[in-house]
């Protein structure tokens, strides 16, 4: 079935430097990759998504990047700030309103002062 | 402001008994929903979509008849945990489809945290 992989599941950077965090799938079918962020004891807030039709997105100082040959897609988070700290997780769905979206195992980002 | 509101946040209940935890739909009508269950430190894991007036669809490995679902309304769906266990505790977080920019995507409740004692 499908399958999302993430790397790295930690991850500390020092307060200002940039964070990438990496996911793979396996439905080539997938044309919608969320990206979420979760805070302790809250449900994921959307952060940032791009669809199939595009390679980048950028939102201030988030960027994600998708490869669809490869099947690889990647968040990047410059300038981080201690408020990024939190899990992160990436997601895909074969993308309509009543398609499932498959979560990537998440990634402990801290960041430290 | 919240798109998708779960209740309650947060129930203790005794092993046996049932619980309902109810997810509503604020900003849009959802004929389909989804309930999702996280155990600490791991990732969202389907359980099943929940259809508007028809029944729900269920991942494999997950037992209908132990966690019954029902969309009464295009904004309100229900999942109740029957004869609940301490395995089952879990955090249980629904999600509705909805537009962000005009672009269709999906948002997810603030979670409820089941604890069985």
């Known amino acids: 079935g499908e399958n999302v992989e993430q790397h790295p599941s930690t991850l500390s950077v020092q307060e200002g430097d940039s964070a990438v965090i990496k996911c793979t799938y396996s439905d080539s079918a997938s044309n919608y990759f969320p990206w979420y962020k979760q805070e302790l004891g809250k449900g994921p807030q959307l952060i940032i998504d791009i669809r199939s039709n595009v390679g980048e997105k950028k939102d201030q100082r988030i960027a994600v990047t998708l490869n669809k040959t490869a099947k690889h897609f990647s968040l990047h988070i410059t300038e981080t700030q201690p408020e990024d700290s939190a899990v992160y997780f990436c997601?895909?769905?074969?993308?309509?309103?009543?398609?499932?979206?498959?979560f990537g195992s998440g990634t402990r980002l801290s960041i430290r002062p | 402001g919240a798109v998708v509101s779960q209740h309650p946040s947060r129930v203790i209940c005794k092993s046996g008994t049932s619980v309902k935890i109810e997810c509503r739909s604020l900003d849009f009508q959802a004929t389909t929903m989804f309930w999702y269950r996280q155990f600490p430190k791991q990732s969202l894991m389907l359980m099943a979509t929940s259809n508007e007036g028809s029944k729900a669809t269920y991942e494999q490995g997950v037992e209908k008849d132990k966690f019954l679902i029902n969309h009464a309304s295009l904004t309100l769906s229900t999942l109740t945990v029957t004869s609940a266990h301490p395995e089952d505790s879990s955090f249980y977080i629904c999600?509705?489809?909805?537009?962000?920019?005009?672009?269709?995507?999906?948002?997810f409740g603030p979670g409820t945290r089941l604890l069985v004692l």
């Open positions: 997601a895909a769905s074969r993308y309509s309103s009543a398609s499932k979206i498959i």
């Open positions: 999600s509705t489809p909805g537009l962000a920019g005009g672009l269709e995507t999906q948002y």
